[in-house]
């Protein structure tokens, strides 16, 4: 009669959340022999629980560390709930809190991530942020491992996006320090990047390595401009070599100057997603998805056929000798041997700001900003009127 197992999927969906690197803790007002006892049997290593009583006598600080030590806090009310969260969220973890009853409100309110599902209470669904349509822990799990893969491949176009443009942009400064011409046309250029990014629009569909999944990635502008800074100029080296084959060897005009250096600088900088989408060797050690592969090199494809094509005069371009052609396979491959051997130089010394220690100003100052937006945020910072 009073029997009130877990649910079979419990278990696999704890020991995949511990694998994404997320720790569970039980805050629960129920008695503190069962909770232990459940989470026993979910093979959740609880210890000895710490009741509301022996929470009371902890400060801030001490609760902080008595929290990544203790699995199940028992007997404990709403406010103890939410004190919990918020010691948490100061001490530089991210909380989501999961909890269905009205004594969740508090603590639903106080969380990163507030999460209640489709058959809670009224008050707990509208403290929430997130309402679960099963009563399923693999979703979260789920949710959590495909945020993760949404963020690493919109870092990966952004890594991209950012090195490219910026060594493009350096490169058409330099050759006009000696070319009495434009290097491309302002037409050719919007095109390039509309090809360019015609190509990535299959990232989403990209593989993710492994280690990007089992641990949270934080928004490091430091970093993207550390890549930007480093990056950027490596493409610019093949892009002067590029300018000095249509110059010295094939003695090119504008108009094929311009088209040679469209060509080149399609190329690299679409090829060179496969090169920036993982920090291992990519097609041995990291595949790319085939959409991308395919986009990638049909673009390139298309680049390359453009100043032969019947669209030449109208775009400004011109036919190229296939000689150059032999000598842009020769610059890709040496481009993108270049750009791997300097991720090996980068992410040596790039070092990796611990979470807790970016969440403390980066994440502290995104809140406080969008606070003023948010209705939550616009109670927080409201006085109340006496009585």
Request: one cysteine or more; glycine letters at 8%; proline letters at 5%.
């Given at each position: ?123 707990a669904k509208d403290a929430a942020d997130v309402i679960l ?31 490219s443009n910026f060594g493009n942009m350096f490169s058409a ?82 108009g094929e100057f311009r088209s040679g250096w469209f060509v ?124």
């Open positions: 009669v009073f029997l009130d197992p877990p649910k079979p999927d419990a278990a696999g969906a704890l020991t995949r959340l511990a694998g994404l690197g997320i720790a569970v803790k039980v805050v629960t007002g129920d008695n503190a022999a069962v909770a232990v006892k459940v989470c026993h049997d979910l093979g959740l290593d609880s210890g000895n629980a710490m009741t509301g009583t022996q929470l009371d006598e902890l400060d801030d600080d001490a609760l902080a560390t008595a929290i990544g030590a203790t699995t199940v806090f028992a007997r404990v009310s709403p406010q103890d709930k939410a004190r919990i969260v918020r010691v948490q969220r100061r001490s530089g973890g991210g909380v989501a809190f999961l909890g269905d009853g009205v004594n969740d409100a508090l603590a639903l309110h106080a969380a990163d991530v507030g999460i209640s599902v489709d058959s809670a209470t009224d008050v349509l099963e009563k399923n822990l693999d979703v979260l799990a789920d949710g959590v491992a495909e945020g993760r893969r949404i963020f690493a491949n919109t870092i990966k176009y952004v890594l991209m996006g950012t090195s400064a330099g050759a006009s320090l000696f070319l009495s011409f434009l290097p491309m046309l302002p037409s050719q250029i919007l095109l390039n990047n509309l090809l360019y990014d015609t190509s990535q629009l299959a990232i989403p569909t990209d593989h993710v390595d492994e280690a990007q999944l089992r641990a949270p990635s934080q928004w490091d502008i430091g970093f993207i401009r550390r890549f930007m800074m480093f990056f950027g100029p490596l493409s610019s080296v093949f892009d002067f070599v590029t300018f000095g084959v249509m110059l010295w060897i094939f003695h090119a005009g504008a080149e600088s399609l190329a690299t900088q679409t090829l060179v997603i496969f090169a920036v989408r993982t920090r291992h060797v990519p097609f041995f050690r990291s595949r790319p998805s085939l959409p991308l592969a395919l986009a990638a090199v049909t673009v390139v494809i298309i680049g390359s056929v453009l100043p032969a094509s019947p669209l030449a005069h109208l775009l400004g371009l011109s036919p190229l000798p296939l000689a150059f052609f032999a000598a842009l396979v020769g610059l890709v491959i040496g481009y993108l041997a270049l750009i791997e051997a300097g991720k090996r130089v980068f992410y040596r010394g790039a070092g990796i700001t611990p979470p807790a220690r970016r969440r403390s100003s980066t994440m502290r100052a995104l809140h406080r900003r969008a606070g003023r937006f948010s209705l939550r945020g616009h109670a927080e910072h409201t006085p109340k009127k006496a009585g």
